[in-house]
């Protein structure tokens, strides 16, 4: 097989194609053994008719026919692989000699994601939180701990929010009792809109022996009709937490003293925030980019993008055992609306794609065979499959350009992100010290994928996926 690619415009190429008569007959060859177990001819079984009798019946051209469909697709993947083209959409082939008989020739005219220009990538400025310990958030965590060792106490004032009420209740529909809605004794914590909003509103205020009487809106959005309520307040108790010890923090903590919990506590949501730092830098340095694309991006694109994230979403929901109708109707969100939503981050997706490509291309950045033997080495390693076996099936794939394609992207990001302004709300100016995680393990990188939320897909994940 030979192969020559001819640039055209409109952002496509042509690859013109020639195969030897000799190297098409094997597929004509192939046709006819898949024709002769799919017909009947008298005096044999299905497929094992010889060839001279198939073809005496159906004719020769119906083979060479079948051999052009079956086989067209391989020849033309092998050119698309040989010069490495980067293709978007399916290709418009159009077979130029060789239907009757002889060698074959055709042209394939296929789309290419296009090549790109992100002026200003250099000077990129982005502002985040700073990362660092909250001392009102420390403060609520431990208060958090000291409430599972809370208890009650009566109280002789009126209830308010956060009070547990000891009450009767008593909700009729029409002056019928409603199942859930009528209990004697019943525990009830106030605000908590555990039963309708209208009992929080009247138990707040309210003192021991009132008898609270008052209309309430059916829950059931479908019942039109008014709830009646009757509410006997028997007991006003407020939460009573432990006293912040030394002895409290040896009880409920693997720490003997107050301070060293704390320190523990702050260690680990320095930890947490300096995480979500990170991600927070690598998406706004993807919003960033995505806005220096100006270009009209090609559909195709935009589609297969949308396709990707929609098909990760259905897998991910499937897992959990709810399916993507299930979950528009649990969040509550129109279809309309989530098409558009998803072509947005889709939209947004394939610009960091091209502004990582042209990020990479301007500053000569690559992928070399170390940075692949890595990459595999790792995908090998998670897959628990030999590194040569992957590297194989990555080669009979055509994948191993699409790998090399990726690692340059992320090492564009990484390029990226040692180089953007880093700004606090207040325009104050992070040092990258102050993102850095305590024992942060060197293996850990930032996959493309996580500047737009799977914008373009991670090479680990398309690995392990591959030949599944």
Request: charged fraction near 35%.
């Amino acid at each position: 097989m030979r192969s020559t690619v001819e640039p055209l415009e409109g952002n496509k190429v042509k690859l013109s194609v020639e195969v030897d008569a000799e190297e098409f007959e094997k597929a004509v060859d192939d046709a006819f053994r898949k024709i002769s177990r799919e017909i009947n001819i008298k005096g044999f079984r299905r497929g094992k008719a010889p060839r001279r009798v198939v073809e005496s019946h159906i004719g020769s051209l119906a083979g060479r026919e079948q051999a052009l469909q079956d086989s067209l697709p391989e020849y033309y993947s092998a050119a698309v692989i040989e010069h490495d083209v980067d293709v978007i959409a399916p290709p418009e082939i159009d077979v130029t000699d060789g239907r009757e008989g002889g060698a074959i020739a055709f042209d394939a005219v296929v789309e290419v994601r296009p090549t790109i220009e992100v002026p200003g990538y250099g000077g990129i400025s982005v502002t985040i939180e700073r990362p660092g310990v909250d001392q009102e958030a420390l403060a609520a965590q431990i208060d958090r701990m000291r409430e599972l060792d809370s208890t009650l106490a009566d109280v002789e004032r009126p209830a308010a929010t956060g009070d547990t009420v000891t009450i009767d209740v008593a909700g009729t529909l029409d002056g019928e009792a409603q199942p859930g809605l009528t209990a004697d004794d019943y525990s009830y914590t106030v605000g908590s809109g555990a039963i309708t909003p209208e009992v929080d509103e009247q138990l707040i205020g309210a003192k021991v022996g009132d008898i609270l009487e008052f209309p309430a809106t059916h829950p059931d959005p479908d019942e039109s009709r008014e709830l009646q309520f009757r509410v006997l307040v028997k007991a006003v108790k407020e939460k009573v937490l432990p006293e912040l010890t030394d002895e409290w923090a040896g009880e409920a903590s693997e720490f003997e003293t107050v301070d060293e919990l704390r320190a523990s506590l702050a260690e680990r949501m320095t930890r947490a925030r300096k995480a979500q730092a990170q991600m927070a830098l690598r998406e706004k340095v993807g919003e960033a980019l995505a806005d220096l694309v100006t270009i009209e991006l090609p559909e195709p694109m935009i589609a297969q993008e949308m396709q990707d994230r929609l098909q990760d979403l259905a897998m991910r929901i499937q897992a959990q055992g709810i399916r993507l109708e299930q979950y528009l109707a649990m969040s509550g969100t129109d279809p309309e609306q989530f098409s558009e939503e998803l072509r947005q981050t889709a939209t947004s997706g394939v610009k960091v794609d091209l502004a990582l490509r042209a990020v990479a291309d301007a500053e000569g950045i690559e992928c070399t065979d170390e940075d692949l033997d890595e990459e595999l080495e790792g995908v090998a390693t998670r897959v628990e499959q030999p590194v040569e076996e992957v590297r194989e099936r990555f080669e009979r794939a055509g994948q191993i350009s699409a790998v090399r394609s990726d690692l340059r992207k992320r090492k564009a990001l990484e390029w990226l992100l040692e180089r953007a302004e880093v700004l606090d709300p207040d325009g104050v100016a992070i040092d990258r010290s102050e993102l850095e995680l305590p024992d942060e393990d060197d293996g850990d990188h930032a996959d493309v994928d996580d500047v737009d939320d799977g914008a373009t897909g991670a090479v680990a994940e398309d690995s392990e996926g591959e030949g599944s």
